[in-house]
């Protein structure tokens, strides 16, 4: 029942009430003249009776103000239950905001992706720019050592050398079970088929200006990106690229920059000042 419903039903319930009441007020009044015609009795000689003793309120006048009072608490008791109504749900409306920001479900913890592997990273963040890839299982093998293939290309896990690639810029391919620990020291590798120099000059010098370069990048030359590209890579993750194109690539590094399974140092564990590595 609404609030206007209520609020009906009270008027005509007190609209029934006073009508009662002025039919209580009439039978007063037929008994104010009895009692007045009572002294004419006494004087003719009619034996006294004694005062009449001063009416009290009539059975529906209790009953009147034991509905009303009835009514009165109904009223309150709903306005009460519809005031905690509201705040319980002014309450879920605001932690739903504030809960999310406070992390809670997704950070902190080990993720697992769908097939089960783990996929959280040192810093207990989970990324969400570029394309992901099922965390593959392998451990540190021998190089030469042979394994299964990857579950990408280039590759963003897997099976991997102890010894990964040192940071900074290549001019030749290095070899993936390498790079797979780099990706795994929180590494971003930037791969490219580039053959124009203008363009391979941009990438350079975008890469050399990134914070703590070259701690936690690589840059190489890959072939079996497509011609003209440039393919970003992190544990588990990938993006591809036309060209240079800073502004897609800089989302890309900020989401997963230092961000794998082993955390070394805000440099990916490289020393503060190392020249480009060359090939």
């Known amino acids: 029942m609404t609030q206007q419903q209520d609020d009906k039903q009270a008027k005509a319930e007190e609209a029934r009430l006073a009508a009662e009441e002025t039919s209580d007020e009439e039978g007063f009044g ?44 109904r009223k309150t008791r709903k306005r009460t239950l519809y005031g905690l109504g509201g705040g319980l749900i002014a309450a879920m409306l605001i932690a739903g905001l504030f809960l999310p920001s406070a992390g809670l479900g997704s950070g902190g913890g080990n993720a697992n ?6 996929s959280s990273t040192s810093q207990g963040d989970l990324a969400s720019v570029g394309t992901s890839f099922p965390i593959q ?13 990857y579950n990408s290309t280039p590759p963003t896990s897997g099976p991997r050398w102890e010894e990964a690639a040192d940071w900074g810029v290549y001019d030749v391919a290095q070899a993936d079970e ?33 914070v703590g370069y070259p701690g936690c990048f690589v840059m190489q030359p890959y072939e ?6 440039v393919t970003l890579t992190s544990w588990g993750w990938s993006e591809n690229y036309t060209g240079v194109d800073r ?11 230092n961000n794998g ?8 564990g490289s020393d503060p000042v190392v020249e480009d590595a060359g090939s």
Do not use: K, W
Not at 137 to 149: K, L, R
Not at 224 to 229: E, L, R
Not at 247 to 257: G, T
Not at 261 to 268: A, D, E, I, S
């Open 30 to 73: 037929e008994f104010e003249e009895n009692e007045d015609e009572e002294p004419a009795a006494v004087a003719a000689g009619a034996p006294d009776r004694g005062r009449h003793r001063e009416r009290g309120p009539s059975r529906r006048t209790v009953i009147r103000e034991d509905r009303r009072r009835r009514s009165a608490a």
């Open 113 to 118: 992706t769908s097939d089960g592997s783990d």
């Open 137 to 149: 299982t392998g451990s540190v093998i021998e190089p030469g050592a042979a394994h299964v293939a």
């Open 178 to 210: 390498a790079i797979v620990r780099n990706l795994e020291q929180g590494g971003v590798v930037v791969n490219h088929n580039l053959t124009n120099q203008a363009e391979i000059v941009d990438l350079t010098s975008y890469v050399e200006a990134q």
């Open 224 to 229: 079996a990106v497509a011609p003209g590209s």
């Open 247 to 257: 502004l897609s690539m800089e989302a890309f590094v900020q989401d997963h920059r």
């Open 261 to 268: 399974p082993l955390f070394l140092g805000n440099t990916c």
